[in-house]
C-alpha cells in the first residue's frame, strides 16, 4: 500500500517552542489529514485538508496541503506540555482508504 | 455521547483462543474501518465495510473476519490466535461526501501469551 514518509520521526521540545514536521508522498492526495494520537487513545483529528494549497488553522495549529498535493507540514506554535503525544499525518484519495505516516513522537520539556 | 466505542478496552488471552472485539459508532456514518497498531505504532488497515458490504479487505490472515450486523456495527473475530496478533485494533468510522474523515474509536489492546 502507499506510504507517507513522515519527518522527523521524534522530537524533544523546550515548552513555549514552535514544532514544524512535514509529511511526503510519492503519490497525489486528494486529502490530507493530521491526527495526534495520546497514550492509550486512539488517533484523534487535529485539520483536515481538501485543496492544494490549502492552509488552515485550529488554535494553535497550522496546516498546509501541499501544491503538489504530495506534501504537508504541521506547526505547533507556543508548545505547552499537553502538546505531548503521536502526531500523524494522512492521506486519502476517495477510494476509502488512508495512507498514514509513521508518526512523529513530539515530547515538550516543561 | 461516545461517537465510536470499542469493547473490550484490553484483552489478554492464551494463544490458540478465539475471541472478538465489538465497535459501535453512534454518528450515523455509512463506513467504518478496523485498523491494527503494531508495536513501533504503525497503522495499518485491515478491511473496511460500507452500508454493511465488505469494500476493502487487505493481505490479512483469514483467522480474522468481521462482521457488520447494521451499519453502526463492525466486529472483528479472531480465530487461532498468534503471539504476532498482539497489537493495538482501532475502529473508525467515516461518512462519505465533501469532508469524508475518519473518526477513531480508542483502541482495543489485544495480548496474546
Known amino acids: 500500500g502507499q506510504q507517507l514518509n513522515q519527518s522527523p520521526q521524534s522530537m524533544f521540545i523546550q515548552e513555549g517552542e514552535d514544532v514544524s514536521m512535514n509529511c511526503t508522498s510519492s503519490?497525489?492526495?486528494?486529502?490530507w489529514l493530521w491526527y495526534k494520537q495520546d497514550p492509550g487513545e486512539g488517533p484523534v483529528l487535529l485539520i483536515a485538508?481538501?485543496?492544494?494549497?490549502e492552509l488552515t488553522s485550529n488554535g494553535r495549529l497550522t496546516a498546509q496541503f501541499g501544491i503538489t498535493r504530495k506534501d504537508s507540514f504541521l506547526n505547533i506554535s507556543a508548545s505547552i506540555p499537553s502538546d505531548v503525544g503521536i502526531y500523524f499525518c494522512?492521506?486519502?484519495?476517495?477510494?476509502?482508504?488512508?495512507?498514514f505516516g509513521k508518526g512523529n513522537q513530539v515530547v515538550v520539556i516543561p | 455521547d461516545t461517537a465510536v466505542s470499542q469493547t473490550p478496552k484490553y484483552l489478554v488471552t492464551q494463544m490458540g483462543n478465539d475471541k472478538s472485539i465489538k465497535c459501535e459508532q453512534n454518528?450515523?456514518?455509512?463506513?467504518m474501518y478496523w485498523y491494527k497498531q503494531d508495536s513501533k505504532k504503525f497503522l495499518k488497515i485491515m478491511f473496511s465495510?460500507?452500508?454493511?458490504?465488505?469494500?476493502i479487505n487487505e493481505t490479512v490472515p483469514n483467522r480474522f473476519s468481521p462482521k457488520s450486523p447494521d451499519k453502526a456495527h463492525l466486529n472483528l473475530h479472531i480465530n487461532s490466535l498468534e503471539l504476532g496478533d498482539s497489537a493495538v485494533y482501532f475502529c473508525?468510522?467515516?461518512?462519505?461526501?465533501?469532508?469524508?474523515?475518519?473518526?477513531f474509536g480508542p483502541g482495543t489492546r489485544l495480548t496474546v501469551l
Open positions: 473508525a468510522s467515516r461518512r462519505q461526501g465533501v469532508t469524508d474523515t475518519q473518526y
Open positions: 503519490s497525489i492526495f486528494n486529502t
Open positions: 485538508l481538501y485543496k492544494a494549497g
Open positions: 494522512a492521506g486519502q484519495n476517495g477510494n476509502n482508504r488512508l495512507a
Open positions: 454518528l450515523g456514518h455509512d463506513t
Open positions: 465495510y460500507n452500508n454493511k458490504e465488505l469494500i
